[in-house]
């Protein structure tokens, strides 16, 4: 091979999905909402709840635009002569726009809404002001395909010495965004009387789990539903009920396989509940529509088996390197832990009966150290009960329960490694138990879902090129060389500092395997071509 000569590759590609940056901010809302003209005077305020619903998110060059609303719901003692009791919808739009400088337009954005505070005070008996902490959460990413060497094409013979190493990663086989709705018809407990108006509800999602199968991503769970109702007695006396609806349903992903490893982030955008007849025309049915939102992410893990490096016997090899960082799955780990704590009620009335307690899992930092992620979040606790108060029937009270949880996280090594971490947190069960008068006991077991991911660098190989080797110069090389292994080398870079094969320095040195150790004394032997 006389003249200069780019040496063809051997390929292989690997999707993945490439994280371009994160960014965090909150959004401020105060605004006033007058009541419709339908709906009764308010006396006083009870109880108010609200989520975040995303309208639209667009990446722009440098930013990403957020549209939303905040739906709120509020319950109020009212002036109607019928019933104390009533409650109220409203929606508030916001709009953000967000620095990213690492944005591009068509970027794909993951976006997590999280409700912080919501507040609602009473400016006259027609009109409130609503104010709202919301917080949101967005990363950045782009899906990229990396063209990798596996080795050259053609048969150089031991002209051209190849190294390959094998790793273990990731490969993106789907990300998107789906819904998916359950339908349920309950009926009412025999002891509880028929429905003449549904006041106040809530349903939440318990004990969530996701199970990949052949085309398929399934959801199983539990819908706990409570409910306030008006009932046609003639006191028309307000009923608490509470409700454990088994939930599954699925998803056709035909992308999913039962091998592949999954991250699933599943949030209720709404939960529709609606008293129906039954066959006898008495309102003993319940209607229950929910839709959820499922944003998912699949991976296959692969077998890499890469070009590391290549050098040449007789000629001079140049080689074209680049970087690139391949996911590893570190640790894929459901952390459960159990709460138990007492709760002072205020000395407002005599509590009859506790309607619901419903509660929400926010995570306020998390903590990478050797082989664990600590964890440090707030249970946020609301309780509704019935209190012998003719002014006031329906009390609601506010908890803030703070916890500390180790994940263990095995090869977990924050100091030497490059990680990302997601976390999804949940609750599985959830019980309130009235002591006494003054005490609630609160029984709650929370999972947190994480997974940590480590990026691997791996140098890559572009191109080879080779060119003849000045013929004086081979021909000055000392045939025979008596050589000290220095600590850190390895036989491969001793045989392609001196133009041999790894083969022949074991041969002549009547080695079993490629191992040497510092100190050792090899010799090695040229022949001139």
């Not at 909150?26 to 909402?33: E, K, N």
């Not at 319950?75 to 919808?89: P, Q």
């Not at 819908?223 to 509470?242: A, K, N, W």
């Not at 690139?324 to 640790?331: A, H, T």
Request: with cysteine.
């Amino acid at each position: 091979m006389e003249l200069s000569q780019q040496l063809a590759c051997q390929e292989t590609q690997i999707r993945v999905m490439a994280d371009k940056g994160r960014a965090t901010t909150q959004v401020t809302l105060d605004d006033d909402y007058n009541l419709a003209d339908y709906k009764p005077d308010i006396l006083k305020l009870i109880e108010e709840k609200g989520q975040v619903r995303i309208d639209e998110v667009k990446a722009l060059k440098s930013q990403v635009q957020v549209r939303g609303t905040l739906q709120f719901e509020v319950l109020y003692r009212s002036a109607r002569e019928d019933g104390f009791v009533s409650s109220l919808k409203g929606e508030l739009p916001f709009q953000e726009t967000v620095r990213m400088d690492e944005a591009q337009e068509y970027d794909t954005v993951f976006l997590v809404p999280e409700l912080e505070d919501l507040s609602v005070g009473l400016i006259n008996s027609r009109k409130l002001e609503i104010r709202a902490l919301i917080t949101l959460q967005l990363q950045l990413m782009e899906p990229v395909t990396h063209h990798l060497t596996c080795g050259l094409e053609g048969d150089y013979g031991e002209d051209v010495q190849q190294k390959t190493s094998c790793i273990q990663a990731l490969e993106l086989m789907e990300q998107k965004k789906d819904t998916s709705r359950f339908h349920s018809e309950l009926t009412l407990p025999s002891n509880k009387p028929n429905v003449q108006e549904i006041i106040w509800y809530s349903s939440q999602l318990r004990g969530l789990e996701s199970r990949l199968t052949e085309g398929k991503l399934q959801l199983t769970g539990e819908l706990l539903i409570h409910m306030v109702y008006r009932s046609f007695e003639e006191s028309q006396q307000m009923q608490c009920l509470e409700l454990a609806v088994p939930m599954q349903t699925e998803l056709a992903v035909p992308e999913a396989d039962e091998d592949m490893i999954s991250w699933i982030r599943v949030r209720m955008l709404t939960g529709e509940l609606e008293a129906m007849e039954d066959f006898d025309g008495e309102q003993r049915v319940l209607n229950l529509e929910t839709v959820l939102e499922v944003d998912m992410t699949f991976w296959q893990e692969r077998e890499l088996c890469l070009l590391q490096d290549a050098y040449a016997l007789g000629h001079e090899l140049t080689t074209g390197t680049k970087e690139v960082s391949l996911p590893q799955l570190l640790v894929k780990n459901d952390s459960r832990f159990r709460m138990n704590e007492r709760i002072e009620l205020p000395e407002e009335a005599r509590v009859l009966q506790i309607c619901s307690s419903t509660g929400s899992v926010q995570i306020e930092e998390i903590t990478p150290a050797d082989g664990h992620l600590e964890v440090d979040g707030i249970l946020k606790l609301k309780l509704l009960y019935v209190a012998a108060d003719d002014d006031l029937p329906l009390v609601a009270v506010s908890e803030t329960l703070p916890f500390h949880e180790i994940i263990e996280a095995p090869g977990l090594l924050p100091d030497k490694g490059n990680y990302t971490y997601e976390l999804e947190p949940g609750i599985d069960l959830l019980t309130t138990m009235l002591l006494d008068q003054k005490q609630i006991e609160c029984k709650a077991q929370i999972r947190l879902c994480a997974a940590v991911f480590e990026n691997h660098p791996v140098m890559t190989i572009e191109h080879l090129q080779m060119e003849p080797m000045d013929r004086e110069k081979l021909q000055s090389r000392p045939g025979i060389i008596g050589y000290i292994v220095k600590e850190g080398e390895n036989l491969w870079q001793i045989a392609k500092a001196h133009g041999v094969t790894v083969s022949q320095i074991m041969e002549q040195n009547n080695l079993a395997d490629d191992t040497v150790k510092a100190g050792d004394k090899l010799m090695i032997v040229h022949t001139i071509g």
